[in-house]
């Protein structure tokens, strides 16, 4: 959803470095993966399409923050 977006904190090494990934636009979303030691983090389109990519050392990730679009309610709520 337009809006979500993710923010990584990468060690570089004696100092911090933070990365944001952003839905720019209605209908893409943000996805995170993290497999063999990679964290990979992607905006998306409806159909499955990846628009763009951010790849990180699993080793160098100090932290992961998802945040979802704060104009859509939760369910329930």
Do not use: C, Q, W
């Amino acid at each position: 959803m337009k809006g979500d977006r993710v923010e990584i904190v990468v060690d570089m090494g004696g100092e911090s470095r933070n990365y944001e990934v952003t839905a720019s636009r209605a209908g893409r979303r943000v996805e995170v993966r993290i497999a063999r030691g990679v964290v990979e983090v992607s905006e998306v389109t409806r159909t499955g399409t990846t628009v763009r990519t951010a790849r990180f050392m699993a080793g160098k990730v100090l932290a992961l923050v998802e945040h979802p679009a704060e104009n859509g309610a939760l369910p329930g709520e």
